[in-house]
T-cell receptor, first 115, second 115 residues
């Protein structure tokens, strides 16, 4: 079953604009991660934020986490055509050491950046 | 590139057949997880292997089985294939279960089509 719901399902913007994707989840988490997938290929890890963190930055990426609302957002600033891909949030369960790596993914947001 | 490889890239089978998919983990990683990604969906966790032992399983029937070898490469076996097994199968390696980072390094996937 899918833990998270992502919003919007699809996003179309022009190069240079910012893109914001949102993710909601249901259960207690240890961490939340964002991944990118190009054209049905393997996923690439973008950023991980732990449950005791509220905001994290990596290059043009900014992730926020609100555990009280069970939600996260991914902001890509100054988007480029090469950012066109599907973006997934994934949660790592807060269930002890043996649960590491058992990620639950959302259904993803398809981002299209027009040149 | 993550250093995780999978073979074959594509595979076509008929209903009722058996299939074996292979994964070679990133060097130094002792944990491998397998995911199934149906078209238009996010990946779903199948199971995880840590030091050659199954270390958790998602909501998949016993006809999905796996192995991890001493060199940390892995296999996913699916018996009695069904049409709904058609999907992209992703393996992901990570440094350690139980205390390590949750960041997963994904391979490019194997596209399985069941006719």
């Amino acid at each position: 079953s899918q833990q998270g719901e992502e919003d919007p399902q699809a996003l179309s913007i022009q190069e240079g604009e910012n893109a914001t994707m949102n993710c909601s989840y249901k259960t207690s988490i240890n961490n939340l991660q964002w991944y990118r997938q190009n054209s049905g290929r393997g996923l690439v890890h973008l950023i991980l934020i732990r449950s005791n963190e509220r905001e994290k930055h990596s290059g043009r990426l900014r992730v926020t986490l609100d555990t009280s609302k069970k939600s996260s957002s991914l902001l890509i600033t100054a988007s480029r055509a090469a950012d066109t891909a599907s973006y997934f949030c994934a949660t790592g369960p807060n269930a002890g050491g043996t649960s590491y790596g058992k990620l639950t993914f959302g259904q993803g947001t398809i981002l299209t950046v027009h040149p | 590139e993550t250093g995780v490889t999978q073979s074959p890239t594509h595979l076509i089978k008929t209903r009722g057949q058996q299939v074996t998919l292979r994964c070679s983990s990133q060097s130094g990683h002792n944990t491998v997880s397998w995911y199934q990604q149906a078209l238009g969906q996010g990946p779903q966790f199948i199971f995880q292997y840590y030091r050659e032992e199954e270390n958790g399983r998602g909501n998949f029937p016993p006809r999905f089985s796996g192995l991890q070898f001493p060199n940390y490469s892995s296999e996913l076996n699916v018996n009695a294939l069904e049409l709904d097994d058609s999907a992209l199968y992703l393996c992901a390696s990570s440094l350690a279960a139980g205390g390590g980072t949750d960041t997963q390094y994904f391979g490019p996937g194997t596209r399985l089509t069941v006719l």
